[in-house]
């Protein structure tokens, strides 16, 4: 699923001769030296916890830098760390010594693929037009509600500065997870929220003075337009 994008030390390495096939003890014993040596080196162990904190994690977080572009490849592979930590979220947080903290880590630092009004295609040129950005920016639209659920992509598709989640994320599972559309869908949509994206539009207070000769009133109104006096 990362192969693309990760250096993997080749078993040709680490197995005696080169033989795929080597197997006795003598063969072992030297596997074993070999692979004591490359961790000493620091070669990380393939397991999911240290793929996600040692290369998901640092990898978004240079993503971030201003004025950083993304090419297609970039946001491919972008868009399929975030699919092996939806896979492995569970088994990373039951692992960790600070779960609450390594959880505020992936909120902050895990990139996703937002567009404004119309969703886009993950083969839209060489540099995407999109933005990445944290799942607190974003808002969740029908594709991950659900579609007896109010289109947030319909209602500010207008709006430059309100951002909804890339669709594509439903396509990027693995081959060998087996799940209906729904059953996809719902996983995807909880796993997002987990990371903070937001189904329904935040109250924003504002004060306004309405009429300059009310002096000492101010009035709030939220985004409904709902007007009280405060």
């Not at 087996?178 to 004060?207: M, Y």
Request: charged letters at 20%.
């Amino acid at each position: 699923m990362l192969s693309p994008s990760l250096n993997v030390v080749q078993p040709a390495t680490i197995r005696s001769n080169g033989k795929a096939n080597a197997g006795s003890s003598s063969d072992i014993e030297h596997d074993d030296t070999i692979v004591h040596l490359l961790l000493k080196l620091g070669v990380c162990p393939a397991t999911p916890f240290l793929i996600i904190q040692r290369y998901i994690l640092p990898h978004h977080k240079r993503s971030r830098a201003p004025n950083t572009k993304i090419s297609y490849e970039e946001a491919l592979i972008l868009c399929i760390q975030v699919s092996y930590v939806k896979s492995h979220v569970q088994l990373l947080l039951s692992q960790a010594e600070d779960s609450v903290g390594l959880m505020q880590e992936l909120k902050d630092t895990m990139l996703l693929r937002s567009f404004t009004g119309r969703p886009s295609q993950l083969g839209d040129g060489a540099v995407m037009a999109c933005n990445f950005l944290v799942a607190s920016q974003l808002y969740l639209p029908s594709d991950y509600t659900g579609r007896d659920q109010p289109g947030l992509e319909k209602v500010f598709c207008d709006d430059s500065e309100i951002r909804t989640v890339d669709p594509c994320y439903l396509g990027t599972d693995p081959p060998g997870l087996t799940s209906e559309p729904e059953e996809r869908r719902e996983a995807w949509s909880s796993f997002l929220q987990q990371l903070g994206c937001r189904v329904a539009p935040d109250l924003i207070k504002k004060e306004l003075l309405l009429n300059p000769g009310v002096a000492g009133k101010r009035f709030a109104i939220n985004s409904r337009g709902n007007v009280a006096v405060c």
